[in-house]
């Protein structure tokens, strides 16, 4: 059975830093991109990050490039979102979802999302 369980979440002051992680199981994990998704309250999903198998190439949204970093560690089954100099429109249900693999992460808005952890809540608030 495949599980996506995220941690890490919690609240934080505007300028903060967070780091969430998502370990993987029941699956191959290193065979799979990987994307961070986060939903605010009253809105839609959002993108927010993708890294291919190997970790080697990375995309953010634009409204966290610079500020976000994604990273992952295929031995450990485990992908991790770093977060740094928060607002407080990160504000966020955050989840992890596992590719589908019928498309590439650098082109996310084509690209299937087939399995989703159930997130981490994220407050960035004074």
């Known amino acids: 059975e495949v599980q996506l369980v995220e941690s890490g979440g919690g609240m934080v002051q505007p300028g903060g830093s967070l780091r969430l992680s998502c370990a993987a199981s029941?699956?191959?994990?290193?065979?799979?991109?990987m994307s961070w998704v986060r939903q605010a309250p009253g809105k839609g999903p959002e993108w927010v990050s993708g890294i291919n198998t190997g970790g080697g190439s990375t995309y953010y949204a634009d409204s966290v490039k610079g500020r976000f970093t994604i990273s992952r560690d295929n031995a450990k089954n485990t992908v991790y979102l770093q977060m740094n100099s928060l607002k407080p429109e990160d504000t966020a249900l955050y989840y992890c979802a596992r590719n589908d693999g019928g498309g590439t992460i650098a082109t996310p808005e084509e690209y299937g999302m087939d399995y989703w952890g159930k997130g981490t809540l994220v407050t960035v608030s004074s």
């Open positions: 029941g699956f191959t994990f290193s065979s799979y991109d």
